[in-house]
């Protein structure tokens, strides 16, 4: 499996429900070049989930525009795949459908997508669970279905919705790294909305952040931290602790209540 | 009835009328029998009265006799292929109506409200009160009688269907749609095997109510099928073969049913009942 990543430029994109309804955020502009690993963090509200949905072409933009390496997003498409806070998995297939149904959309012969599926499925460390129904697996293996069904697209673009908040602690972390490995490993860029500093901090390579209503970004932070990462490394938590100030002076300067640790953690 | 090794996994095969499968034949069975049981005393009771004695061969064991003197008349035969003709080419129309109008309403809200009132009305008009209508408009009885049975039909699969499109999770189509999935595809792949158990759950019930109005249509004006043999044996006093014919609806509706609750149970994917 070779897939290469794309660079994407966001201009000035504003976006509002319907014409009545309030701004969800203003004349964003963000860049991100090939293959990197780019994290937009924010308190609930502050529109970053719907950026997601813009840039996967799910939503449409009120004014502005997406380019993936200088062409317009203007619909879904297998080049740049969502995950979503739940797996939505297809409960009637078994896992490897699961993981093939977006090739058999397409036009790969039956050889092509075993290969594909199989080398997917392997990725994601679900050898011994192919034939399984998926709702006999746990929401940390149904994830990973959902996972293995986003790579064996060779997606450019992978963009994660908060994609592991509804899993325990333990298998949250060890997919956080296991995405970010096969990522770099691969070359794909990777957006995640979160609102987890931990998550930034263990998947990006630069994490903006995200305030205000309507939103806009107010500051971006480099995470420079060698692979791979752990978060019981003084150095993660000396980079966590500096995320999280700065996530918070900007929060305050844009007229919020500070964060609250329950809510970005 | 060679499964309850493997549920177990070891040699226990004196066990095997405790598998789930063979007790419930067993209750099957038990229950049928305890039927027919009530039946005979009453064939008894009437042939014993003399009251009533000229119906005594409405008993069990008068009707058991029936069944091979109307299978070699070919009665029995002819009567279930044409009732089953009608009911299949009703149930299909039904089938081919209901479906796609089903998926158009559990789709598109709009359509939806605006279809909601009419059809529930329609649907609680009593299928055999087209009757007339439908005999002025087919040429022949035959159609008249799939017209009835599709207008009883039509309902449940349509509204199952729509039931079962609206428990489908939208995600499903963001997802789909964001793998590539066409509109055709949409359709073969999500929507039809999300929303089959409940089709078929749909299907099952308009089974029920097509085999309820067979009959009764059959008794108005035509000369062949169940519904016209009952009359007809009635007609004849041969009461022992109006029963038979009774049984034998009975019967294949029972087996049709059991039918449509194996693929119901083939096609649902589920968990916990």
């Given amino acids: 499996m070779s897939i290469r990543g794309t660079e994407i430029k966001i201009q000035g994109l504003t976006h509002r429900y319907t014409p009545r309804s309030p701004v969800t955020f203003n004349r964003v502009d963000l860049e991100s070049p090939s293959g990197e690993a780019l994290a937009i963090i924010g308190r609930s509200g502050c529109g970053k989930s ?21 062409k317009s997003v203007e619909a879904p498409s297998p080049r740049w795949v969502m995950m979503f806070q739940a797996p939505h998995l297809f409960p009637w297939m078994t896992v490897t459908q699961n993981v093939g149904v977006g090739l058999s959309f397409g036009r790969w012969s039956k050889k092509e997508i075993q290969e594909r599926v199989t080398e997917a499925i392997n990725l994601v460390e679900l050898q011994d669970y192919a034939q399984k129904n998926t709702q006999d697996l746990s929401g940390g293996q149904q994830q990973r279905v959902a996972l293995a069904r986003s790579l064996v697209m060779e997606p450019e673009l992978l963009l994660l919705d908060e994609p592991f908040s509804a899993l325990d602690a333990f298998t949250r972390a060890s997919l956080q790294k ?36 309507p939103g806009s970004i107010v500051d971006e932070f480099e995470v420079d931290l060698p692979d791979p990462r752990d978060r019981a490394d003084p150095v993660v938590q000396k980079l966590r602790a500096e995320l999280m100030a700065r996530f918070q002076s900007a929060v305050r300067a844009k007229g919020g209540v500070p964060a609250m640790e329950e809510e970005v953690q | 009835m060679s499964s309850p090794v493997a549920s177990s996994g070891g040699a226990v095969a004196a066990g095997w009328y405790k598998h789930p499968a063979v007790q419930q034949l067993g209750w099957a069975i038990a229950g049928i029998s305890i039927l027919v049981a009530l039946w005979t005393l009453f064939g008894y009771y009437i042939a014993g009265n003399p009251k009533t004695q000229s119906f005594a061969s409405f008993g069990f ?42 998926i158009l309403m559990g789709r598109v ?5 605006l279809s909601n009132s009419p059809f529930q009305l329609l649907r609680m008009v009593s299928p055999l009160s087209w009757m007339p209508i439908a005999v002025y408009v087919y040429a022949t009885w035959d159609g008249a009688i799939i017209f009835l049975i599709a207008m009883a039909a039509v309902w449940p699969v349509m509204f199952q269907t729509a039931a079962g499109l609206s428990k489908v999770d939208p995600a499903w189509f963001k997802v789909a749609r964001n793998l590539g999935a066409s509109s055709t595809q949409m359709l ?36 062949s099928g169940l ?25 294949i509706g029972y087996c049709l049913d059991s039918i449509l609750v194996l693929l119901i149970k083939r096609f649902s994917w589920h968990r916990g009942g």
């Fill in chain 1, 50 to 70: 719907t950026l997601l949905h813009i840039l996967a072409g799910i939503l449409k933009p009120t004014e502005g525009r997406v380019l993936l390496d200088g």
């Fill in chain 1, 178 to 213: 296991d995405v970010r490995s096969i990522a770099k490993r691969l070359g794909f860029n990777i957006v995640i909305v979160t609102h987890d500093i931990d998550e930034a901090v263990i998947m990006a390579d630069r994490a903006v952040i995200m305030a205000g209503s």
């Fill in chain 2, 61 to 102: 064991i008068p009707t058991m006799h029936a069944f091979p003197e109307l299978w070699e008349l070919g009665k029995l035969q002819s009567a279930v292929m044409v009732s089953t003709y009608r009911l299949g080419a009703g149930l299909a129309i039904a089938v081919a109506i209901g479906v796609p109008v089903g």
């Fill in chain 2, 109 to 113: 809200k709009r359509f939806r409200e």
């Fill in chain 2, 188 to 223: 073969t792949r999500i929507i039809i095997p999300a929303i089959t158990f409940d089709v078929l759950s749909g299907i099952r019930l308009a089974l029920g109510v097509a085999w309820i109005v067979l009959v009764p249509a059959e008794y108005l004006g035509v000369t």
């Fill in chain 2, 227 to 251: 519904g016209y043999a009952i009359q007809d044996a009635r007609g004849t006093l041969s009461y022992h073969w109006l029963t038979a014919m009774v049984m034998t609806i009975g019967a």
